[in-house]
């Protein structure tokens, strides 16, 4: 029999990554490095430095310790040097916590950011008269904070209009929306001398005057961070994130403060990222110094007589939008449309690619979240070197935002989609890695190859308590985020499960390119919103990406064969659903792209009209109408009234998803990249189950060659029993517990590219071999000084406590009731008799919800599916007569977190720590 091949990882680029998060320049270099030595022997490829500081609530830091001292700037470099040794990829944060700031940059700097604010005032209906200064801003700088009090950014005067209102009132709300006729505006900065106004309305009605300014906006650092904390000396202003000059005040102070020429030479051997974490800004309204001027080029139109439609009362950064004005027609929707558009081509054109070539400089690759405001996610994952989304902020759209970002990175031709995987609120020390993964699994099979875990905190800090530093505590209105992961969690013991699966899945999952089978349109402005709501496409086995207009209107989007960019995605047809208005040229484009044979679906109505504003608006609409006219005159293109009927619709054009399932209710999500070999061409599937429930069913996959399935857990590469359909599909076997995933390799008939292959085989369980009675070894993990703040916070004693005659699984208070607060490692301890070694044995776990586990069998440790699935044990780690079993069992720390920091902790459930019910062990035939 050939010896059993399992897939291998080699290369550190195809591990994960975790945020690793610094007090500043509070670190040590022997602590930082080995830190970075713990990692690379937990299976991590690499980390990403982080300065949040202490977080929020916490004390400033001392100025020895700041963003850009010399400990800082210490640190920094001996972390590179270790992780070069190391062979491991170090990423760096562009500044500390976000958005990105730059010591000592003033609010009235150059490349400082700005926002566009307002001041009004109503006019006296008797008098109809307004003499006086102008208004001022209703509300203080955006990023105004406990750390800069009483900054005041010089106002710059762009504008001063009187509009007529038609419905509102601001005597109950000064911040309240007014309704006007936007044919009332009127300019009156002419008449303004030294700041003051006289006008006398031209009737009775009630209109108000409208001053609107651009002005710094003050912001220092995080929204999130409500004290008086500054990350740098002399204190950070954030960067303008519209124009180069802000670019360029970045990469001076890299250039002068943090880059040495050994600094530059490790960036290069490291490979790593220069990261900016997602747009945090303060500001009432998005603005830049050249945004008038821009705006004119690009839209076609003066900006200027509108600007009070664009103009939002926001008196902090978690205030919800509301308009000061909106227009009794369409012209505010409209130039908010306009606005926002170039509001987005600004941070691609000028923060995007500026900071790619910036990155590169340095020798770094540039990394992004590119959402926060209206921006169209997938232009900037198409541009920006790698781009990343996020547990957290995807959470409103946990599917289709990925695959946003996904499309943007496929149509650039580019590999990795990368994940900051777990920041969950409220999870912080509650996390367990089946809980993790499951996420992981989520997200891989949206497109996601690079996970970045949530994260790893340096040991110590001036204010941590027990166990250790972690700037994530909750300090309300701020919540906490999952989690504080490394050595001081008894979790880590199982690390390296967790590593090689994330290893195995991003390893498979960069290899070839993504084969996607549809393209539906998505409004670029909609952000990390829209997608396709109905579970209908999926459940037929249909995978599709979300191309925006700015992708569209690409010169690379051509249709050739009836595929759309024929040499990247390939995608067999587009979707438009529910789409009122709709550009222009992009319809122009749609129009042809028909002709030459792309298969179209329109759901719902065709667009009618544009989404800004014209002044050819209706020869626009008349041209409009006529190109969907012809679109659904082709036989090419059906028309439908409902999303569920998407599926059936393209299946009558001849378009056929690569996979189908059985039981289209299952919520299988599959994702495929196909490899191009020498022998031919090789298929690689991602099967996710998403439901709450497991499922086992028939799945075919669209490939001609033999199928093989990959356990992401042990690397184990095993044939899988399937039949042929037709001459371009295979039918295989599929079971899945709820959240898990395996990998289907269809490989061609004539090659072998992993090894010899076993004899096909399927075990079934054949019979329950008895264990003998179980003891329970309990180890206590504690604070070694409790109560320390600060050096020794992070010391923990673990204490074995005498074994336990196990008569029931039950939750350890339970079985100790004198100590209801245990968390740590347990150990479960049985054993078996064989008569004669069988081939394998099957393992299956009991309940364990609060925790992970290992298995070791005769002293061998056997690699178990965290998910709870079952586990085949070898027959090489089985022996004839007596045999031992092990079932390590490690705790979250949630409940000694409940004693030892009651104040935060305190109210929290109870967690049932241990196994809950027995163990079985089954022979395999």
Known sequence: ???????????????????????????????????????????????????????????????????????????????????????????????????????????????????????????????????????????????????????????????????????????????????????????????????????????????????????????????????????????????????????????????????????????????????????????????????????????????????????????????????????????????????YNTISDLYLENRVVGLNAMAKSFNLVFRTQPYGFPLDMAKSAYLVDSVEGETLCFSSNPHDAFRILATGRDVAGKVILSDELAAVIGMDYKATWRWLLEQGNEHLALGVNQISMHGLPYPESPTSTWPGYFSMLPNPPIPSFADAWGPRQPQWEFVSDATAYMSRAQSILQRGSPTVDVAIYHRGLDGLAGGFSDPSLNAAGFSYAFPSEGLLLLDSATVKGGRLWPKGPAYKALILVEEPAIDLSLARAIGRWGELGLPIIIVGDAPTTIPGLSNTLKSDEEELLWIFRSILGLSTTRQVAKKEEVASALRSLGVQPSASYADPSAELITYRRSETTAEGAVEWYFVYNHSSSSTSQQVNLTGSGTPEIVNLWSG??????????????????????????????????????????????????????????????????????????????????????????????????????????????????????????????????????????????????????????????????????????????????????????????????????????????????
């Open 1 to 339: 029999m050939a010896q059993q091949r399992t897939y291998q990882v080699l290369q550190n680029s195809q591990k994960p990554r975790i945020r690793w998060w610094w007090p500043a320049g509070y670190v040590e270099p022997a602590v930082l490095e080995q830190q970075l030595s713990d990692l690379a022997q937990a299976g991590f490829g690499g980390a990403e430095i982080s300065n949040v500081g202490l977080g929020s609530g916490r004390p400033t830091m001392e100025l020895q310790y700041l963003h850009g001292s010399k400990r800082w700037n210490d640190g920094v470099l001996a972390a590179y040097r270790k992780a070069d040794e190391l062979s491991l990829h170090l990423d760096l944060t562009i500044g500390p916590l976000w958005p990105s700031m730059v010591p000592g940059l003033h609010p009235d700097d150059v490349g400082a950011a700005q926002e566009l604010t307002f001041g009004r005032v109503l006019v006296d209906k008797v008098s109809r008269r307004f003499a006086g200064p102008l208004p001022l801003p209703i509300d203080p700088p955006a990023g105004r904070s406990p750390a800069n009090p009483t900054v005041e950014p010089q106002l710059h005067l762009l504008y001063v209009s009187a509009l007529r209102i038609s419905a509102g009132s601001l005597d109950k709300d000064p911040r309240a929306t007014l309704s006007v006729d936007s044919r009332s505006a009127r300019s009156l900065k002419s008449a303004v001398v030294d700041n003051k106004l006289e006008w006398e309305a031209p009737d009775d009605t009630q209109w108000a005057i409208v001053a609107t300014y651009r002005r710094g906006t003050a912001q220092t650092k995080s929204s999130y961070e409500f004290n008086d904390n500054s990350f740098c000396e002399p204190i950070g202003g954030v960067v303008d994130h519209f124009s180069k000059e802000g670019v360029e005040a970045v990469e001076s102070w890299y250039e002068r403060e943090l880059v040495s020429p050994e600094l530059r030479e490790l960036f290069g051997r490291v490979k790593g990222n220069l990261f900016e974490d997602s747009i945090e800004i303060a500001q009432s309204q998005y603005f830049t110094p050249n945004l008038l001027s821009e705006f004119q080029t690009r839209r076609g139109y003066d900006l200027t007589p509108y600007l009070p439609f664009l103009l939002d009362a926001k008196p902090h950064f978690f205030a919800p939008v509301k308009p000061s004005f909106t227009s009794l027609d369409d012209t505010s929707k409209r130039i908010r449309h306009d606005f």
């Open 716 to 925: 184990e590469i095993s044939p899988i029993a399937f039949s042929r359909v037709g001459a371009s599909q295979v039918s295989v076997k599929i079971e899945l517990r709820s959240k898990a995933a395996t990998v289907v390799c269809i490989r061609p008939e004539q090659v072998d590219l992993l090894g010899d292959v076993d004899p096909l085989r399927s075990p079934v369980e054949h019979s329950v071999i008895p264990l003998g009675d179980w003891s329970l070894t309990i180890e206590d993990w504690n604070p070694a000084e409790p109560g320390v703040v600060g050096k020794g916070s992070s010391a923990t004693t673990k204490t074995e406590l005498p074994p336990i005659a196990l008569t029931t699984f039950a939750p350890w208070h339970e079985l100790l009731p004198s100590t209801p607060h245990l968390a740590g490692i347990g150990r479960y301890t049985s054993t078996f008799s064989l008569p004669s070694a069988p081939h394998a044995l099957r393992f299956t776990p009991g309940e364990l919800p609060h925790g992970s586990f290992g298995l070791t069998i005769n002293g061998s440790r056997i690699p178990v599916d965290q998910l709870g699935g079952p586990t085949d044990i070898p027959s090489s780690a089985l022996k004839e007569g007596k045999n031992e079993l092990v079932v390590t069992v490690a705790t979250t720390l949630n409940m000694k977190m409940r004693v030892v920091s009651a104040d935060v902790y305190g109210k929290r459930e109870r967690d049932a720590y241990g196994m809950l019910s027995a163990p079985t062990l089954s022979i395999l035939q």
